[in-house]
């Protein structure tokens, strides 16, 4: 989605966001072209034609990558799960379409698909971005190793509306600290600074390209306040079960925050991630401690494995 500066053109762009925050959020629906035109205030007809315009894909591809792109990560995070069962939980028909689509996409058939090797070399690619210097200290931290003694806890979150400002290609570009200042700047004259500011992403950079990821900054807002600013979203999450962790540190400590969680604390907690973002829910104002050193909680929403999928 393109940095358009005017204000009509900044109105389309929040209306496009909440069509791809339903989209995101119902993959698992069918999602005709009708229903997204009217979430997004738009004639089908034009929807199409703006969406294709701002996002760079049409309608329909956007949808069929982000439903394989989730099967990706329900077959890494859910390896019980059979194909027809993650083909149906992503919101294809059946598993013979869900198979051919996967094989076009990703050139092998999902039976035959390393989604280990896959997520390797997407990972290595996201260091040698951020830190392209530094891969010998960012290596997978290995499934039962906990060597900064990560103390996990389990908190219901009741519902939250967010303020939002989404940056596109955060991994490569300025657009998170932007997005940071644009909604800093919305909310001191408004008191509403010393709320509680989130980071929080729907795509896996181990799964997603990362010139196709999405970063919201998002800040906690009471329920009445209204938000009319140009480029400032708004969205609801529902009340939803997390496991957080405490982090005092850089990227580094983040990433085996995140490695220990998945690796070795989810596989044997009883849950798997839930249909939400991983959430760094940060202590004061984002970058309040520079670019390099993060004081914030990961928060990563979960469900009862038993009843997923």
Known sequence: M????????LDYVHRVNRA????????????????????????????????????????HVFVKRLRLERAVQWMWYRPSASLTEIALAVGFASSSDFSRSFRAHFGVPPSVFDVEAYRRR?????????????????????????PDHFTPRIRDLPKRRVAYIRALEPYTSQ????????????????GLAGGQWLGYQWEDPEVVALEQCRYDVGLEIPPATP???????????????????????????????????YKTWLPT???VPDHQPGFEAFLGEPFAHGSEHFELRVQIPIVDAATSL
């Open 227 to 261: 938000v009319d600013a140009p480029g400032i979203n708004v969205t609801t999450f529902p009340p939803m079960e997390v496991v957080e962790l405490d982090l005092s540190g850089g990227i580094e400590l983040e990433m085996r925050a995140l490695d220990w969680l």
């Open 20 to 59: 791809i925050d339903h989209i995101t959020r119902n993959l698992a629906d069918p999602l005709p072209l009708e229903e997204l035109a009217r979430i997004a205030c738009f004639s089908p007809f034009h929807f199409h034609r703006v969406f294709r315009a701002l996002v760079g894909e049409t309608l």
């Open 2 to 9: 393109a940095d358009l500066p005017n204000l009509a053109n």
């Open 269 to 271: 907690s009883g849950y």
């Open 175 to 190: 657009g998170v600290p932007d997005a940071v200042a644009r909604l800093t700047a919305w909310a001191r004259p408004r």
């Open 122 to 146: 997407r990972r290595d690619q996201m260091i040698d971005t951020l830190v392209p210097d530094a891969r010998h200290r960012l290596a997978r931290l290995p499934a039962g190793a906990n």
